[in-house]
Structure formats: C-alpha cells, structure tokens
C-alpha cells in the first residue's frame, strides 16, 4: 500500500532553516510528482509547490520563492523540502502529498503523509 | 489567482441526514475540482475528484457535481465518522498548485 512517512517535528528560532523529509513506499517512487501543503494553525491549506521524482523538475509557489528548495533521493525514495529565513507565521504542519498522474502532472492529490509540524519560536 | 469560496463556514446535521455542502470559484475551472475531508490532528483525505469521480474505498454515500464554477459535494445519509472539516480544490490553473477553498465544518447537530 501507498504511503509516505515523513519526519518529527521541529522546533527553530526566526532566521534559521528547516528540512522536512518524505519517504515513500508501495509504488514505484519516479513514476510520480510529490507537493507540498502546509497547514497553519487552526488554518486552511496553502500549495507550497512540487517535484517530479522523475528528473527533479520543480515549480514552486510565488510567495515561497527564493526561501523554498525542494529536492529528492530516489535511491531512498525520499523527497525534501527545506525552508530557509524562517519566520513565526511559518509556523505549520507540513504535508507531502502524491500526485496520482502517472509520469505527469494533476494538481490533486491521492495520499498525504501524516504531517510534521514546525515550530518558530525564538 | 483562482479564489475558492466554500459555504457554509460551518454546517449542523443530524445522524442519517444529508449533508450538501458548496464551492464556488472566482472563474471557471472547468472538472478540475477536488473534494477533500480533514479530521483533527490527520492529514487530508482525497474522496472525490474531477468533480464528480469518487477516489479509491470512498463510500458511495459521498457524490460530486458540478463544473464551471458551482460545485456541491453531498454526503446522503451522515455516519457519525462524516464528521470533519471539508475543502475544495481547483487544480485547472497549474502552475501554480491548485487552491484551496477556507474549509467548512460539518457538525453533529
């Protein structure tokens, strides 16, 4: 079965970085793109942007770019998503979430990880 | 960028009653719509998509209509697991990402 399991959760002060990890299993890893969704508290849900685990393309969000890098490790099936310049409304619980199309791109999303929230708190 | 309006913010049902619950977008996004339910502390769950499509092991109480830029996503007889919030995705816009609507939560009544 499908799923991804991604890291704890962390704890940074304004101005540093953090990086999520995603590993997936159950499905053949570059067959398929994987976004990002964050979460803020008591909060709806916001596209950070997305990778194809193909060749690594990438697309992020407008207000993200710049301070968002996303990458992968297909020898672990593995997908990152660092943040750099973190501020206190960064705040949230991160998602990666798969893209169902298959060596393409949808724009929806079949199975989520569970989350990681991230803290920032001086 | 798409604006994605759901309505009611929050919805009271009883048990065994019918849910009917709204989207709308801020210009046509043709089917390319998604349904999503999210309870405390999980991540989402894909039910529906392309409008009306039910994703994999979702109940068939749980439909979808609608194209353009009215959306509903009913649930016909309420389980007391139904209870959760619900958002609305467009994804015809890419890049950037699908938005999503602010979410409206379903209640026991």
């Known amino acids: 079965q499908v799923q991804l399991v991604q890291s704890g959760a962390e704890v940074k002060k304004p101005g540093a970085s953090v990086k999520v990890s995603c590993k997936a299993s159950?499905?053949?890893?570059?067959?398929?793109?994987i976004s990002w969704v964050r979460q803020a508290p008591g909060q709806g849900l916001e596209w950070m942007g997305w990778?194809?685990?193909?060749?690594?393309?990438?697309n992020y969000a407008q207000k993200l770019q710049g301070r968002v890098t996303m990458t992968t490790d297909t020898s672990t099936s593995t997908a990152y998503m660092e943040l750099r310049s973190l501020r206190s409304d960064d705040t949230a619980v991160y998602y990666c979430?798969?893209?169902?199309?298959?060596?393409?791109?949808?724009?929806?999303?079949?199975?989520w990880g569970q989350g990681t929230l991230v803290t920032v708190s001086s | 960028e798409i604006v994605m309006t759901q309505s009611p913010a929050t919805l009271s049902v009883s048990p065994g009653e019918r849910a009917t619950l709204s989207c709308r977008a801020s210009?046509?996004?043709?089917?390319?719509l998604a349904w999503y339910q999210q309870k405390p502390g999980q991540a989402p769950r894909l039910l529906i998509y392309?409008?009306?499509t039910r994703a994999t092991g979702i109940p068939a109480r749980f439909s979808g209509s609608g194209s353009g830029t009215e959306f509903t996503l009913t649930i016909s007889s309420l389980q007391s697991e139904d209870f959760a919030v619900y958002y609305c995705?467009?994804?015809?816009?890419?890049?950037?990402?699908?938005?999503f609507g602010q979410g409206t939560r379903l209640e026991i009544k």
């Open positions: 392309g409008a009306s």
């Open positions: 210009q046509s996004v043709s089917s390319n």
């Open positions: 990778i194809s685990a193909y060749n690594g393309n990438t």
């Open positions: 159950g499905y053949t890893f570059t067959s398929y793109g």
């Open positions: 995705q467009q994804y015809n816009n890419w890049p950037p990402g699908g938005t």
């Open positions: 979430a798969r893209d169902p199309a298959y060596g393409d791109v949808s724009g929806y999303f079949d199975y």
